[in-house]
Nanobody, 118 residues
């Protein structure tokens, strides 16, 4: 199983983007749905997670700027990214795993590229 993220693109610093990830219920029931990102030359890192119970967890670098949410009717999880910074430039991925983002369950999909210009 690979979850596919979409919605990336080019944004200016201070701008906003919203990412989407279709997550079937059979998969979202297996853990916390999360967003991760990988910048050029860096390891993939945790961004945000949303548990089945609705609890959220964010990396310090995105707290107050990014919001993870889901639409149960559409089986879709979103990442609203506001006040974007050039350091947010990365390929963003979605997956299911632990609420702290320490591990994920499935192999990585293609991801969606977010580029933030200064």
């Amino acid at each position: 199983v690979q979850l596919q993220a979409s919605g990336g693109g080019l944004a200016q610093a201070g701008g906003s983007l919203r990412l989407s990830c279709a997550v079937p219920k059979t998969i979202s029931s297996r853990g916390a749905v999360g967003w991760y990102r990988q910048s050029p030359g860096k390891q993939r890192e945790f961004v945000a997670t949303l548990t089945k119970g609705g609890s959220t967890n964010y990396a310090d670098s995105v707290k107050g700027r990014f919001t993870i949410s889901r639409d149960n009717a559409k089986n879709t999880v979103y990442l609203q990214m506001n006040s974007l910074k050039p350091e947010d430039t990365a390929v963003y991925y979605c997956n299911v795993g632990s609420s702290e983002g320490h591990y994920v369950t499935y192999s990585w999909g293609q991801g969606t590229l977010v580029t933030v210009s200064s």
